[in-house]
């Protein structure tokens, strides 16, 4: 046999065994440790995952040492989007940076709702309370068309909106501004048509796991109850013309019944996994839509 055949074989091997061990280190994690491995080193060594997992990692002492240090980092909780800057949300690629909520796939559903008032109620203006990374904001912009008002109360967050507003060219749908609430858009409160949102609603008690302890708290954890959020929105605002649609925890359904009271028709809507995970409030100035919301969102609305 060719000696130089022989050394690549061997040195591939020794390779694919940093693949292997780095994978082990990351199963406490991860459900897919492989997968996450192969993600960590196309990111460090600039290759595809699937020239990687074909021919191993490159023979580079200086980037095996980072791999293992970001593998290592990703074995504590870290989470991965924050390591690549980076996130993926309706098949849209967002920059995304350690202080900003990291936007889950169940909020994509958020979106599509949003996306389906717009278009078929032909809604004019939209607003996105706590935008984070702009996620939320650009999604529904870049999908319908639609102009967006965007706060978040973080800096941070707020100039990952602005990276991602350029990234994505739709600064003029999206505006995004520092503040809480509606409150940097209050000369334009009566042109918003819809409010949308995905609040903090974690109660302070709640346990989590590891990857969410890194996220800003202000962005998860509510308070006691978990209806902090809510409770001073419906104080804050007169919603009488206003669609409200926003994610929310299933223990937070009677706390947000009360809320609303008499002040409009509360709709619960359910997830693909069937969870009740959205409520949209129509004000009693918008109840000459309720008919077509039913019609539009009858395969999620709670009828229980």
């Keep these: 046999m060719d000696s130089r055949e022989n050394g690549s074989k061997a040195s591939r091997k020794i390779w694919d065994m940093n693949l292997e061990k780095a994978k082990d280190i990351l199963k406490k994690v991860s459900d897919v440790p492989m997968l996450e491995a ?19 990692l ?24 924050y390591i690549l800057k980076k996130v993926e949300f309706m098949g849209y690629e967002f920059y995304i940076e350690e202080g900003v909520f990291i936007p889950r ?18 809604l ?17 912009a870049k999908m319908t068309g639609v102009k967006v008002l965007a706060t978040d109360v973080s800096e941070k967050a707020v100039k990952a909106a602005r990276i991602n507003i350029s990234k994505m060219k739709v600064q003029d749908l999206v505006i995004v501004e520092k503040g809480e609430f509606l409150e940097p858009f209050l000369d ?25 302890l890194y996220e800003p708290e202000e962005a998860i954890f509510s308070g006691r109850t978990g209806l902090e959020f809510y409770e001073e ?46 409520f949209l409030f129509l004000g009693k100035g918008m109840l000459n839509l309720l008919e077509k919301v039913i019609q539009l969102l009858s395969s999620r609305i709670d009828l229980g």
Excluded: C, W
């Design 188 to 212: 334009r409160l009566d042109e918003i048509d819809l409010i949308v949102s995905n609040p903090p609603y974690v109660k302070k008690s709640d346990e989590v796991s590891k990857e969410v």
């Design 233 to 278: 929105f419906f104080k804050r605002y007169d919603l009488s013309n206003k669609l409200v649609l926003m994610e929310m925890g299933e223990s937070e359904e009677e706390g947000i019944r009360k809320l609303a009271g008499e002040r409009g028709k509360l709709l619960f809507l359910r997830d693909f996994s069937g969870s009740k995970r959205f």
């Design 124 to 140: 004019k203006l939209v607003a996105d309370i706590g935008t984070g990374s702009g996620a939320i904001a650009i999604s529904v």
């Design 105 to 122: 796939n169940v909020t994509e559903e958020l979106v599509e709702i949003a996306i389906d008032l717009v278009k078929n109620l032909r």
């Design 58 to 81: 490159p023979k580079d002492e200086k980037l095996i040492r980072r791999f293992f240090e970001l593998v290592h980092k990703r074995s504590k909780g870290y989470p991965l989007q």
């Design 38 to 56: 192969l993600i960590l080193a196309s990111f460090v060594f600039d290759e595809p995952k699937e020239k990687i997992l074909i021919h191993g």
